[in-house]
């Protein structure tokens, strides 16, 4: 909920302005210290129109999805007659993980990544003049990302590693939560946030010097491999939930920047009905 707070709150200071093309001449990062591009991207109200409605959608319906989902969580008996070797091979090693410290990590790096990741648009001199249009394209990302990861938890059910794990209490183990490992939110949105700002410092700066490109594409993918790594160490996800995040925010927070440079790139949005429940479908048109 705080991070469903947190997305429309940087909706609506976005939406409220939209960055102008602007030409900024001095850049520390760019080889001969000079940036002479312009803006990259095409936002504006009539543009973003599609993207905004799809964010909202999916947004809205993986929030009812979730919060309504019919799950039963599971008894102590139930609990009892899981059996790790049900799990699969590569993900069985979750399921003896353990570590509240981990967990908290995990907590603080999502958290921090919500607040810090959009406001480094402001630390830098070219994207902080369009920080009302970054900010929108911040939303876009976000709520598409994360509206797709209530949706395919609510479908998926699939039972998290703790759930086997008798070092965990009866009452953690047959939680509501239990039911909704696949696949790893915090790692997913991590991903889609951190790929959003490497994807827009790259699109601002084509003169980037290869040392500040190697180090922004290395911190873009180190801080959501190390929450991957910490959520399989707390017992909350299998290898295989946090492999399945991390690809799809990072595909999220750079399709979205993409789509934001070509005239003909389009998203729609339609309902859907997968495994008895019902869903919104997109299409994505490059």
């Known amino acids: ?32 210290k000079e940036h002479l591009h312009l803006d990259p991207y095409n936002i504006s109200l009539k543009r973003d129109w599609p993207y905004l409605l799809t964010g909202t959608v999916l947004l809205t319906t993986g929030f009812v999805l979730f919060e309504n989902d019919q799950v039963t969580p599971y008894t102590p008996v139930e609990v009892n007659a899981l059996n790790r070797k049900d799990v699969n091979s590569f993900d069985r090693g979750a399921t003896y993980n353990k570590s509240n410290s981990a967990r908290q990590a995990s907590d603080i790096i999502l958290f921090s990544s919500l607040v810090v990741m959009p406001m480094l648009f402001l630390s830098e001199n070219h994207t902080r003049k369009e920080i009302g249009s970054l900010l929108v394209m911040t939303y876009e990302v976000l709520s598409i990302n994360y509206g797709l990861t209530n949706i395919v938890k609510s479908v998926a059910n699939r039972t998290r590693p703790y759930a086997y794990n008798p070092d965990y209490t009866y009452e953690q183990r047959t ?39 190697i180090g922004i594409w290395s911190f873009a993918a180190l801080v959501p491999a190390t929450t991957g790594y910490l959520r399989v160490k707390a017992g909350k996800h299998y290898p295989t939930d946090v492999i399945t995040g991390y690809a799809i925010g990072a595909l999220t927070g750079v399709l979205i920047p993409h789509m934001h440079k070509m005239s003909n790139g389009k998203v729609s949005v339609y309902p859907t009905r997968l495994l008895n429940t019902n869903g919104v479908g997109m299409t994505i048109t490059l």
């Open 175 to 213: 939680d509501r939560e239990s039911r909704f490992s696949f696949y790893s939110g915090h790692t997913s949105v991590t991903a889609s946030l951190t790929f959003l700002w490497a994807q827009v410092m790259t699109d601002y700066h084509p003169e980037l010097t290869k040392a500040y490109k």
């Open 1 to 32: 909920m705080k991070a469903i707070l947190l997305i429309v709150f940087l909706f609506t200071i976005g939406i409220s302005v939209f960055g102008q093309h602007k030409k900024h001449p001095n850049c520390f990062m760019c080889k001969g």
